[in-house]
């Protein structure tokens, strides 16, 4: 309990003191984009044609359409506009201490999945756990391409000095509404920014991830972003608005298989 203290009276000095938070000025309905989706965006009431073999479940592949169409589906703590800019998704601020080694996400109060619970802090920690722990229950036996490419290795893995392989030390929780990202060396706020906001690091249900085979045709995919599956079938895929997302959207995404 000590501990929580000081880390909250940390984090209200960092404010205090000139390092204050990004906040969420956008007022338009966001719209998904990321260095994977290129000029691969769908416009509205027209299809884009993608590879049938998709897997949606960003942070085990590198496959360009399945993060594409996860990039839609579902939601990180931030994302990319469409001038590459970044935006607060999940996270409706943040801050970053001057040696650019934490980062704090304050949570959207009204963040939900699209079967309406609620997407907590131990939910965002839980996914971070994921990619970044071995010893993490939902962390399994999938490779994480991108987390390797862009945090370098998994907790526990050391150089030949002794020193932490991983850009990350650890995520934790600091209360309700806030989570704090700590690395174990600087990383400019753009670049790493830009790294959070890659589709692989979106949230996912835990409980999903729980069962296996999850992320193809047959699972029950539930979305954290601004559409949800309506149908896939062996013409193609449609995402519909969810209703339980934070912006919601109007327009359906149609996507058929090349």
């Not at 579902?74 to 506009?81: F, H, I, K, Q, S």
């Not at 392989?165 to 690395?183: C, E, P």
Request: glycine fraction near 6%.
């Amino acid at each position: 309990m000590k501990k929580q203290i000081l880390l909250t009276s940390w984090i209200l000095l960092l404010l205090i003191t000139g390092c204050q938070p990004k906040q969420d000025d956008s007022t338009s309905t966001p719209t998904p984009v990321s260095s994977t989706q290129a000029e691969a965006t769908p416009e509205a009431g027209k299809s884009l044609a993608i590879n049938p073999n998709i897997l949606l479940d960003p942070a085990v592949t590198d496959d360009t359409d399945s993060l594409l169409v996860s990039s839609y589906v579902y939601e990180g703590l931030v994302r990319l506009d469409t001038s590459g800019n970044i935006q607060p998704a999940l996270a409706s601020s943040w801050i970053v201490s001057d040696d650019q080694l934490d980062y704090i996400f304050e949570i959207r109060s009204n963040a939900a999945f699209s079967d309406g619970t609620p997407i907590t802090t131990d939910i965002i920690v839980d996914n971070f756990n994921r990619w970044f722990d071995p010893q993490s229950p939902l962390h399994g036996d999938g490779n994480y391409p991108t987390w390797l490419e862009k945090f370098i290795a998994f907790n526990g893995e050391r150089d030949a000095d002794d020193r932490a392989k991983s850009l990350v030390d650890g995520i934790q929780k600091v209360d309700i509404n806030t989570v704090l990202i700590h690395l174990s060396r600087p990383v400019p706020e753009a670049e790493m920014l830009e790294y959070v906001a890659h589709p692989a690091f979106a949230i996912l249900h835990p409980d999903s991830l729980s069962s296996s085979g999850y992320g193809t045709k047959d699972s029950d995919i539930i979305s954290s972003g601004a559409y949800i599956v309506s149908s896939w079938d062996d013409s193609g895929l449609t995402l519909s608005p969810n209703p339980n997302y934070w912006n919601p959207v109007s327009e359906s995404i149609e996507f058929v298989w090349k």
